[in-house]
């Protein structure tokens, strides 16, 4: 998913930064995150913390119509160990300041833009998801009274068996293994 939330507008077109904020999360949600609003005050640094795949971030984000500086960096980076996260973004569609680049750079906090947020699960080392291994049919092994070849027989089976070796038919079950 692309946001596309934000696709053609400025950042003066949102109405409020609540709005803002519930837009990034709305996005984070649409990934398969649970992300969730942080209240205004006291929030320590985070508008958005997010949780997937046991990762957990969380995200400072601004509706400036300037560049953002280094005090959203600082923040985020605050709001990693009060809110025990792994990974902290500042979100901005304004840009950012070149002092905060490189503090940012310093602080592994990640600078990004409101359309980057479609690449949640891999800008934050997301794990992609294992496909569980589906298991093999059980098997019972029964041997063919004419020459004794093993044949290997799906379990839950009753009837009559034809030997690939010698050719004998026989009646075979396995309903009680």
């Given at each position: ?82 809110h025990g996260a792994h990974r902290a973004a500042v979100v901005a569609s304004s840009g950012f300041t070149t002092s905060a ?77």
């Open positions: 998913m692309d946001a596309s939330f934000f696709e053609n507008e400025r950042p003066a077109a949102r109405s409020t930064p609540a709005q803002f904020e519930a837009e990034c999360a709305a996005i984070l949600s649409a990934l398969g995150w649970c992300a969730r609003c942080v209240g205004r005050s006291g929030d320590q640094g985070a508008d958005v913390i997010a949780t997937k795949a046991g990762v957990r971030i969380v995200l400072q984000c601004k509706l400036y119509t300037a560049p953002v500086g280094n005090r959203a960096v600082q923040e985020a980076y605050a709001a990693v160990a009060y680049r490189a503090l940012a750079a310093q602080t592994g906090v990640l600078l990004l833009h409101p359309d980057q947020l479609g690449s949640a699960d891999r800008l934050f080392g997301v794990p992609e998801p294992v496909a569980p291994t589906p298991k093999p049919p059980r098997r019972v092994i029964r041997r063919c009274p004419s020459c004794g070849t093993g044949l290997r027989l799906p379990q839950w089976r009753a009837g009559h068996v034809r030997c690939p070796c010698c050719g004998h038919r026989f009646w075979c079950a396995t309903l009680f293994f």
